[in-house]
């Protein structure tokens, strides 16, 4: 195991977040069926193969899938619960993945590392900038979670505005990234309507110049 990785995996504090989703997970079923993402099953043609990495990666569904089509798989999440879900579907599945438990506000992202970076769900907008240098020139993001609607609509996710995006806000923090694809609206995803936006964006080649301005 990397060196950086095991440093941070020995501090393991008791976040609040760990306790909040190490909860959710105790309360939910082990789901030997559950499908990945729909909207990266849908575009997975057009992802580059190679290194990727789940992040915020819950119960691994979506790690493991990518790991079946053949991708080297890193997936993080601050749920020990999570990640023993995580771990059994993956060795159900026969598949390898490298699950680390750690705090995304911490958890160094290797620079120029990974072909593909994905957040399904999660939204820590400190974590931005990291993704992009993480990602090698050509790389790609596939990014999905709630807007600020989706407090309007009752039908689960977060309340809180900080875990909301703002009306194209998932586009303008990527901006300087070739967008291939990207939806924003009210979709029922698994039977239920919620206010979301999806992304799918490659990180250009510098060719020496300036990057743009990120969001902060």
């Known amino acids: 195991m990397i060196e950086w990785a095991k440093a941070i995996e020995r501090r393991n504090p008791l976040h609040p977040d760990q306790k909040r989703w ?3 997970y105790k309360a939910m079923k082990f789901l030997q069926g559950k499908k990945p993402n729909a909207f990266l099953k849908k575009h997975l043609h057009f992802l580059p193969r190679g290194n990727a990495l789940d992040l915020a990666c819950g119960d691994g569904t979506n790690a493991v899938f990518l790991a079946e089509q053949g991708f080297r ?3 993080v999440d601050i749920s020990p619960v999570g990640l023993r879900m995580a771990r059994r579907r993956a060795r159900e599945k026969a598949v390898k993945v490298r699950f680390r438990q750690a705090d995304l506000n911490s958890f160094p992202l290797r620079p120029n590392f990974y072909d593909l970076i994905t ?6 907008r400190r ?4 993704i992009k240098r993480a990602l090698k020139e050509g790389g790609m993001i596939v990014y999905e979670t709630y807007t600020n609607q989706q407090a309007k609509l ?3 996710g977060p309340i809180r505005a900080s875990y909301l995006l703002k009306p194209h806000e998932l586009r303008n923090r990527f901006s300087e990234f070739h967008i291939l694809i990207y939806r924003e609206g009210i979709f029922l995803i698994d039977g239920r309507r919620c206010a979301i936006a999806s992304l799918i964006a490659k ?3 510098t060719d020496g110049k300036k990057p743009a301005k990120e969001l902060r």
Do not use: H, Q, S
């Open 22 to 24: 190490d909860r959710k």
């Open 127 to 130: 974590l931005i900038p990291r």
């Open 203 to 205: 990180k250009p080649k």
């Open 154 to 156: 009752g039908t689960g």
């Open 73 to 75: 798989v890193e997936a």
């Open 119 to 124: 957040v399904f769900y999660f939204l820590n």
